[in-house]
């Protein structure tokens, strides 16, 4: 006969342990209704289509941190876009019954769904890479960087989610106050305007005030320093050396770069097989003066001390937010005239070029007026038989700046005998009416505008030869990559396709680059951050198209295309 326990009986130990997992069901079903059911189901399907698109290529190879942020970004930006209008449709219909809520089971599913999908698109994300840098020549990922990926995509897509709740529960808390004192709908929207007016101003007044502060200050002090291979210059042609107007000191890290570095008149001679002169390098760093204007007409004066307008040719060099000049733009000249070229610039920020580009633009124009005008105006004091030729020049922000002074391209080739200019900004006004206003038929990413008679986009030598037109004097060119990040960052990227992913894609830019809403946005933000770590010819890396088109643009007396050949190997950006 088997016992029955009595219901005094001490609970058995079978009893006790499905007690346990009951009420462990129900504490996982309550932490589901309680926290994973605040996410908005909508939000989070949007979220993973993001996640999914953002391992598409784009114009660069990217590593694992920069990936896994754009992934990461580009999930957080999508939640919130899913939810917004998950939001609205809700708001806009009317319904007796309440909105209807996924169940466990959809939920089970999407993360299927996101699991299988992430996995495979993480895959094709491997191909894509391997694919673009077998293209541009850099190394392959390792397999250890694909976790990681997901690893910091997870990290940003939490405190971009987290920070998105807080905010959406400060907008919950004053509309529940202003329901108060008016109909709900009411509430709604001036909660939204409120809180949405409120971070404006946090973000301008607050976070962008003390954070441009802590940058400056970051920078400042990296401008104060000097690198290893920069010494005072012990020639009065040169400044910060001896009988300068400006210290030392005041140049600035790039500064000092820019007036210690250059072929020597050894190398110029032994090159050219003629005694040499030395090239005169006049800068003025941001310390030097109180303001643009005050370093442009120190940087003349610099010139007028050391003789520069005898000289054959001046250069007008815009300069990134650093102050730094690409060294093959100004080497290039001194050998090709032998060592008879003053060359002059100003340093107009403490920020790098990226940054200087969002923030500090104003400041580039400035500077690039300031600069040519000042020199522009002593060169015209000088009768025109014996007035040097004059060229400006610039890479990023410096083409920016270099182009500045200008209204239109026919000015520039009739106030000065030749421009060139790499990797342009979409700041620059002329580089996009040119663009915009090119001939039909030519892709965006390399354009012929006015068959050519004033310039010229190119980006390798071989690009020089288009269009089989006459070139006028006063020839300009823009030496542009069609996977130069900087050159295509644009803000309309966000909604709007453009042209150079609608065409045929450049040279070093993959088929199976698409655009994509937001997406490719912060794919070429990123990009951006990467755009000089790949090889010369691609990205905003520019080098070895530099003598040629210098070549081109002034076909110096007795210069060779045999000599720009030798002079390619000896030149270097820094």
């Given amino acids: 006969m088997t016992d029955t326990a009595s219901p005094d009986s001490e609970p058995t130990e079978t009893t006790r342990t499905a007690d346990a997992n009951t009420s462990t069901a129900r504490r996982l079903a309550t932490w589901w209704s309680g926290h994973v059911r605040t996410y908005s189901y909508g939000g989070l399907v949007v979220a993973v289509l993001f996640l999914w698109a953002s391992a598409t290529p784009s114009l660069l190879p990217r590593g694992w941190f920069f990936q896994g942020a754009v992934s990461g970004g580009a999930a957080a930006i999508g939640y919130a876009v899913g939810a917004f209008f998950t939001w609205l449709a809700r708001y806009m219909v009317s319904r007796k019954d309440p909105w209807p809520v996924p169940s466990r089971w959809w939920w089970t599913g999407l993360g299927v769904i996101a699991l299988i999908g992430t996995g495979f698109m993480m895959y094709w994300f491997a191909r894509w890479q391997n694919e673009l840098r077998d293209l541009m020549g850099v190394e392959r990922l390792a397999w250890t960087a694909y976790p990681l ?36 709908r009411v509430s709604a929207v001036v909660g939204g305007f409120v809180v949405v007016l409120v971070t404006i101003l946090v973000v301008n007044g607050v976070v962008a005030d003390y954070g441009m502060r802590a940058l400056n200050s970051t920078f400042a ?35 000092r770069v820019f007036v210690s570095k250059g072929p020597t008149v050894a190398q110029l001679s032994e090159f050219n097989g003629a005694p040499a002169v030395e090239p005169i390098r006049a800068y003025a760093g941001l310390d030097s003066a109180d303001n643009v204007h005050d370093a442009a007409e120190l940087a003349v004066r610099e010139l007028e001390r050391t003789g520069a307008f005898e000289r054959k040719l001046i250069a007008v060099g815009g300069t990134t937010g650093s102050g730094w000049v690409n060294k093959a733009m100004v080497d290039s000249l001194e050998y090709m005239y032998n060592g008879d070229v003053a060359t002059v610039s100003i340093q107009y920020s403490y920020l790098p070029s990226w940054l200087s580009f969002i923030v500090d633009k104003e400041r580039a124009r400035q500077a690039g007026i300031a600069i040519f005008e000042a020199v522009s105006e002593r060169v015209r004091e000088i009768p025109e038989a014996q007035r040097p030729r004059l060229v400006v020049f610039g890479e990023s922000l410096g083409s920016f700046s270099g182009e500045a002074a200008f209204g239109s391209i026919p000015t520039i080739a009739a106030r000065t005998d030749g421009a060139l200019f790499s990797g342009p900004t979409f700041n620059n006004q002329l580089w996009v009416d040119t663009t915009d206003g090119r001939d039909d038929g030519s892709p965006e990413v390399k354009p012929i505008f006015g068959d050519g008679k004033y310039v010229r986009f190119i980006a390798d030598e071989d690009d020089l030869k288009r269009p089989d037109a006459p070139w006028s004097n006063g020839r300009i060119v823009y030496l542009q990559h069609a996977s130069d990040p900087i050159t295509w960052w644009n803000p309309d990227l966000l909604l709007r396709e453009p042209d150079w992913l609608d065409e045929p894609r450049g040279a ?14 912060l794919q070429l933000s990123a990009d951006m951050a990467v755009a000089v770590n790949v090889p010369d010819g691609h990205g905003h890396h520019y080098l070895s198209a530099v003598p040629y088109a210098w070549a081109q643009i002034l076909q110096p007396p007795g210069w060779t295309e045999e000599k720009t050949r030798r002079l390619e190997p000896l030149l270097t950006r820094d």
């Fill in 149 to 184: 990926v997901v690893v910091v995509a997870v990290v940003v897509l939490i405190v971009l989610m987290s920070l998105g709740q807080a905010w959406a529960a400060c907008l919950k808390w004053l509309v529940r106050q202003l329901n108060r004192v008016a109909p709900p």
């Fill in 221 to 255: 002090a990296a401008n104060d320093e000097t690198k290893p291979d920069s010494e005072p210059p012990t020639s009065t042609l040169r400044s910060g050396g001896p009988d300068s107007l400006v210290s030392w000191e005041s140049l600035g890290r790039e500064g």
């Fill in 508 to 521: 070093d830019v993959l088929p199976s680059t698409r655009w994509i809403p937001i997406v490719s946005f």
